[in-house]
Every structure is written in structure tokens, then in C-alpha cells.
């Protein structure tokens, strides 16, 4: 069974940094995505970051560009967002999700549909 931990969340000044985390657990299949959303509170979950294990693949939205970097730790099963120079609007619950039926991060990664999720680690930018 798919298991997806978040960690790494907290309160960070504007301009600071987090590096988030998404342990996985649980997969039969060789190749997956991890995906990273994030939900505002009164908006909608979008998607920020995609990596495929274990061929690299990566896709990152327009707000997450030169300041997000995915990255995964084979050896741990994780999967890693560094977010540096965080603004007010960064905030929200960012949730891992996980697709273990592709290769790549395609351009409609962000609009998928997934059945596994994990439980969410709340950032906030706040001075």
C-alpha cells in the first residue's frame, strides 16, 4: 500500500527558506511521480512541483520557477522541495500526492486526478 509523509512545514520570514519533505512507501511499480500542491485557504490546491523516479523527469508551475528545486534521495525514498526566497503568498498546506502509472511529468500533471495523497505540512510566510 502507497504511503506519502509530509514534513518539514513551518513559519518562515519572507525571503526565507524550507525544504519540505515526502517520504513514499509502498510501491509495486518501478516508475512514479511524486507531485507537490500546495491549497491556500479560500483557494484552490494547485501544483507546484513533478519528479519521476527513476528517470528525472521534473516539472515546476510558473510561481515555483528559480525559486523551487525538486529533488529525491533513491536511497531514502524521499522526495525533496527546496523553497527559497518564500513570499506571503507561498502560504498554504502543501500535500505530496504520487502517480505510479507514468514515466515522466507531463504538462497535464498538474490537473491529474490521484488517489494517493499524504496528510499535509502547513507553511507559512509571515513577518
Known amino acids: 500500500q502507497v504511503q506519502l509523509v509530509e514534513s518539514g512545514g513551518g513559519l518562515v520570514q519572507p525571503g526565507g527558506s524550507l525544504r519540505l519533505s515526502c517520504a513514499a512507501s509502498?510501491?509495486?511499480?518501478?516508475?512514479?511521480?511524486i507531485i507537490w500542491f500546495r491549497q491556500a485557504p479560500g483557494k484552490e490546491r494547485e501544483g507546484v512541483s513533478c519528479?519521476?523516479?527513476?528517470?528525472?523527469?521534473?516539472k515546476y508551475a510558473d510561481s515555483a520557477k528559480g525559486r523551487f528545486t525538486i529533488s529525491r534521495d533513491d536511497a531514502k525514498n524521499t522526495v525533496y522541495l527546496q523553497m527559497n526566497t518564500l513570499k506571503p503568498d507561498d502560504t498554504g498546506v502543501y500535500y505530496c500526492a504520487a502517480d505510479p502509472s507514468t514515466t515522466y511529468c507531463s504538462g497535464r500533471v498538474f490537473r491529474s486526478e490521484y488517489n494517493y495523497w499524504g496528510q499535509g505540512t502547513q507553511v507559512t510566510v509571515s513577518s
Open positions: 519528479i519521476n523516479k527513476p528517470y528525472g523527469s521534473t
Open positions: 509502498g510501491f509495486t511499480s518501478i516508475s512514479y511521480n
